[in-house]
């Protein structure tokens, strides 16, 4: 079977929601890492044309934009003559399953070369109008003579002011909340923490989530993110956004205690520290079949290797996780001895400890996996393997871009320890959950 690469990736700073890249919209980030991309590849002397298809994630489409891919892959200046898709409907897990179509098309042989892209400006999630004002804006829209405009006015306004009774509802929230079980993704997060089976309380959270933004500031202090992250020039700004802007040097326990839960405010835990930021960003991996990477004489950051999904309770759905490691392992034959170094996405801290705690206990496998077919303990993540920089409690949780920056993030992260494997993986809204394996050689 054909070997998939990867030849080299970065992203931009991960920003949080409202701040440095709150006027800048999904396509426009993409097309900073794809201009970015294409100065590698003169550099790497490679014709823009060896790029056979971009391929996206994006997940908050734009109205404005519904292929922000293409038109990401255009604006940013590959030839139109590429073809481009944007994979959005895997939520959270959007990035790693564009990896994985694109080292399938790659290892098909209907391609060599793929560009994966990923983007997400969280901050630009529209406002949505109550049907009843959207109907009379569009009608005052349609009105001709000045009589018609202040009779549709007169009509219109009362409605528009009348928050109570025609509430605008928040693309973002809307976004958030599952359809299948009519809870937000933090009310999810709240079952896993409440679940006394798993004995995940307050502190425990608060402690991942302190560990999280003291990682990431470490690895900002001692240069790890150096190859890993581009600054992006900002017009409104006249100027460079050149580092994650959401990690935080001061996070302690004192300080996250007095954080509300927003959840459950009576009974929760899930705090606002202790999950993931909504955050905007982009990001761009090269992905190539060895044998074309090695005769053009390509760096190689290194292999795709096996892909898994699950599929689990929607009400739950930051455990689906589990299932797709547990998937991944007997796919490829190993175990979770045989890794360096992990990423677990931080949607909340409750969801990675909940993970991490049923891998390593055959009776918690049995009780909440039994029923697929699942039984037996996993093992032990060490806990210094594990997001060893932060994660998106810390860096920030743009949802179409956030794996890309795991796999990114794992790979750089092998060079570095010399070791030889990873496994990244991720919970995704609806009950799923993704993982991948990576090699470094």
Request: aromatic share 6%; proline share 5%.
């Amino acid at each position: 079977m054909r070997k998939v690469v990867l030849v080299d990736g970065f992203r931009t700073p991960l920003c949080k929601e409202g701040t440095d890249f709150r006027e800048t919209d999904a396509e426009v980030l993409g097309a900073w890492v794809v201009r970015e991309m294409i100065q590698r590849c003169h550099r790497w002397n490679l014709p823009l044309e060896t790029i056979d298809c971009v391929l996206g994630s994006n997940v908050a489409t734009p109205m404005h934009a519904v292929n922000p891919t293409r038109v990401a892959a255009v604006t940013g200046g590959l030839p139109a003559t590429i073809p481009a898709d944007t994979v959005a409907g895997k939520n959270c897990g959007s990035g790693v399953t564009a990896l994985y179509y694109g080292g399938l098309r790659i290892r098909s042989g209907d391609a060599d070369t793929v560009l994966v892209l990923g983007m997400e400006a969280m901050s630009r999630i529209p406002v949505v109008y109550d049907r009843t004002v959207a109907d009379l804006l569009l009608q005052y829209g349609k009105a001709r003579g000045l009589g018609d405009r202040v009779a549709g006015a007169l009509t219109l306004l009362p409605k528009l002011l009348s928050l109570k009774r025609f509430p605008p509802r928040v693309g973002l929230m809307m976004g958030l909340t599952d359809p299948m079980c009519d809870l937000l993704m933090g009310q999810t997060a709240e079952n896993i923490a409440k679940d006394p089976a798993l004995g995940i309380t307050r502190q425990d959270q608060d402690a991942f989530s302190v560990r999280s933004h003291r990682n990431a500031a470490s690895a900002w202090k001692n240069g790890h993110f150096a190859d890993e992250v581009v600054p992006m020039y900002v017009p409104e700004r006249i100027g460079y956004v050149e580092r994650d802007n959401g990690f935080r040097e001061d996070a302690s326990q004192e300080t996250f205690r007095e954080v509300k839960p927003v959840f459950d405010r009576h009974h929760g835990s899930v705090t606002p520290a202790n999950a993931s930021q909504i955050t905007d960003a982009a990001a761009a991996v090269l992905l190539m079949e060895e044998s074309k990477a090695k005769s053009l004489g390509l760096p190689i950051l290194g292999y795709m290797k096996e892909y898994a999904d699950f599929g689990y309770e929607p009400a739950c759905m930051g455990l689906a996780p589990v299932g797709a490691i547990a998937k991944v392992l007997a796919l490829a034959r190993l175990t979770l001895k045989n890794f360096g170094v992990f990423e677990i996405n931080e949607a909340f801290a409750s969801v990675v400890l909940g993970i991490t705690r049923i891998l390593d206990s055959s009776s918690l496998m049995e009780r909440k996996f039994g029923r697929y077919g699942l039984a037996g303990r996993l093992g032990e993540i060490p806990p210094g393997d594990l997001n060893p920089h932060g994660g998106a409690i810390a860096l920030g949780h743009p949802v179409g871009v956030s794996g890309l920056r795991l796999a990114m993030t794992s790979l750089f992260e092998l060079r570095r320890r010399d070791a030889e494997r990873a496994l990244i993986s991720a919970c995704v809204g609806g009950g799923q959950g993704v993982a991948m394996i990576l090699e470094r050689k």
